[in-house]
């Protein structure tokens, strides 16, 4: 089931707030001694962003899509 471009912006916006919102809030609650606890949470967030596009997002974006 191929997905149109609306469904790409809804996952790549969902993606960016786990990167760089979420990510650093969660590193900050956890109070992770570093010298820049925000950096941490957005490699975090950036990394499962990753693993989430790797196992799901990809096939959910392009599935069916001859043209990519």
Do not use: E
């Not at 469904?7 to 919102?21: C, D, E, G, N, V």
């Not at 967030?45 to 069916?64: A, D, E, P, Q």
């Amino acid at each position: 089931m191929a997905f149109d471009d609306k469904t790409f912006y809804q996952i790549a916006l969902f993606y960016s707030l786990l990167t760089f919102f979420i990510g650093p809030k969660v590193a900050k609650m956890l109070k992770i001694n570093s010298n820049d606890p925000c950096m941490i949470g957005m490699i975090v967030g950036f990394l499962i962003s990753m693993i989430l596009w790797n196992k799901f997002g990809y096939n959910m974006v392009y599935s069916g899509k001859s043209n990519y």
